[in-house]
């Protein structure tokens, strides 16, 4: 049994899916805990609105479902913050005035842009595209510390204009094992996104052998999620997970509780 520990409900910008249905899909799926990880981004303005969401109200409603359903699956609060360089004092201050489970740090915008638009394609290569994400990538997680695994690393190959055909580990090997290295030593995990695979890409994030890499260094904490915004993309293509995860050197994922890792055997 596993744990989906990424989806996102109404409180996203980007989502108008009920907590309650999200459960539901996970209890009926047999996994054995969710961690809603709704949108923390901070000077993310998208249409008029900001990519943030009331977190008291968040902690009423996602409190009631750990309550409702505590006999039958496991519900996390978690959130997903975008990393920007200069929010680490922000960031600081937010995910300590409660008590989340889990702090999922991804990467949306580089250099205020979203790769989710063409327009950040234009004018260059992926590979030049992927390379300063990946620079923009390490120089976030220099700056904010307040988070407990990576999200989705490999995320702008979702959106490149050949996705996959530019990027492998192999030709961004430097910049990638500086990341991985930094995660490691300040006791920081990684996630698998099996929202890759969802978009059309041969692996999910990242890369399996970002992922060997990964292991290779001693890192140790894995989250799996699917990065759902949809009850039925809850534990997208999870029944791949195990074959990815022991091909790469793991035999255990990881939970958060209380922002503590919880090693589990798959």
Avoid at 145 to 171: N, P, W
Avoid at 199 to 209: K, R, T
């Amino acid at each position: 049994m596993l744990s989906d520990c990424h989806m996102h409900t109404e409180f996203s910008l980007d989502s108008e899916a009920d907590p309650n249905a999200m459960v539901e899909s996970a209890i009926a799926k047999g996994l054995h805990g969710v961690c809603i990880t709704d949108h923390e981004d901070k000077d993310y303005i998208s249409e008029g609105k900001q990519w943030t969401f009331d977190v008291e109200r968040y902690f009423t409603r996602i409190g009631e479902l750990k309550e409702k359903y505590q006999d039958r699956i496991s519900v996390g609060i978690g959130v997903e913050i975008g990393l920007q360089p200069h929010l680490g004092e922000y960031y600081r201050s937010y995910v300590r005035q409660k008590p989340f489970d889990f702090v999922i740090g991804s990467v949306h915008l580089i250099k205020t842009r979203d790769p989710y638009y063409k327009e950040f394609f234009q004018g260059r290569s992926d590979r030049e595209a992927y390379e300063e994400t990946f620079a923009e990538t390490y120089e976030n997680i220099r700056n904010i510390e307040d988070f407990d695994v990576l999200g989705h690393l490999d995320y702008v190959t979702r959106y490149g204009i050949h996705q996959a055909k530019e990027y492998s580990y192999a030709g961004f090997a430097d910049i990638i094992d500086e990341i991985l290295r930094y995660l490691i030593e300040h006791g920081k995990g990684l996630e698998l996104n099996t929202g890759g695979l969802k978009y059309g890409l041969p692996y999910a994030h990242p890369h399996m052998d970002v992922l060997r890499r990964y292991r290779e260094l001693g890192g140790e904490i894995l989250t799996i999620g699917s990065d759902a915004h949809k009850t039925e993309h809850v534990a997208y293509d999870f029944q791949k997970v195990p074959e990815i995860l022991e091909s790469c050197g793991f035999h255990y994922y990881t939970e958060f509780v209380s922002r503590k890792p919880v090693f589990r055997k798959f």
